[in-house]
T-cell receptor, first 113, second 115 residues
Framework: AQSVTQLGSHVSVSEGALVLLRCNYSSSVPPYLFWYVQYPNQGLQLLLKYTSAATLVKGINGFEAEFKKSETSFHLTKPSAHMSDAAEYFCAVSGYSGNQFYFGTGTSLTVIP | EAGVAQSPRYKIIEKRQSVAFWCNPISGHATLYWYQQILGQGPKLLIQFQNNGVVDDSQLPKDRFSAERLKGVDSTLKIQPAKLEDSAVYLC?????????????FGPGTRLTVL
């Protein structure tokens, strides 16, 4: 069975600072991993996904994540935070069969002007 | 292209009442998902359809929740009878062709309050 753990339910960064949101996965087989963003009163939107190709994945809005098998991690980063990045971020994992899709508990990002 | 449509956006009911939510996926998307998102938690998959067949409903409380996807297009999720703990946002998503690597496209959700 797969699962993901997001460390830190709330993260605050200053505008222009590095954004680092942590996600660790648990899976008996190499998983597929995703980061989704949820803006207030909106549905979730895909930021990026790892599908066993390149371990460094680039997504929309300047975000990227690196799959590290040795650390079972898939942390999300952005070099310079923007006010518009304030949102809820969810890490998710899927197994090979296409079902059993699991989301983490989410990290709320606040950007301080 | 049009996104995933859900209705209603908000619903308030008393406990023990029944409620139904509707979802229309992106045209041509074979896979449809229903999630329950309780405040402060991540979405939990309730049921996954591939066309009009159920792929996974292992986390669906079948004593009170039911879902159908007739003709493999739009879908309804029903709760009967509702409990206080069912208060949540119910999200519908769709993808194509239904692989594990697919991007899921989410609707805006239906916020249910059970009093």
């Amino acid at each position: 069975a797969q699962s993901v753990t997001q460390l830190g339910s709330h993260v605050s960064v200053s505008e222009g600072a590095l954004v680092l949101l942590r996600c660790n996965y648990s899976s008996s087989v190499p998983p597929y991993l995703f980061w989704y963003v949820q803006y207030p009163n909106q549905g979730l939107q895909l930021l990026l996904k790892y599908t066993s190709a390149a371990t460094l994945v680039k997504g929309i809005n300047g975000f990227e994540a690196e799959f590290k098998k040795s650390e079972t991690s898939f942390h999300l980063t952005k070099p310079s935070a923007h006010m518009s990045d304030a949102a809820e971020y969810f890490c998710a994992v899927s197994g090979y069969s296409g079902n059993q899709f699991y989301f983490g508990t989410g990290t709320s990002l606040t950007v301080i002007p | 292209e049009a996104g995933v449509a859900q209705s209603p956006r908000y619903k308030i009911i008393e406990k023990r009442q029944s409620v139904a939510f509707w979802c229309n996926p992106i045209s041509g998307h074979a896979t449809l998902y229903w999630y329950q998102q309780i405040l402060g938690q991540g979405p939990k998959l309730l049921i996954q359809f591939q066309n009009n067949g159920v792929v996974d409903d292992s986390q669906l409380p079948k004593d009170r929740f039911s879902a159908e996807r007739l003709k493999g297009v739009d879908s309804t999720l029903k709760i009967q009878p509702a409990k206080l703990e069912d208060s949540a946002v119910y999200l519908c998503a769709s993808s194509s062709p239904g692989l594990a690597t697919d991007t899921q496209y989410f609707g805006p959700g239906t916020r249910l309050t059970v009093l």
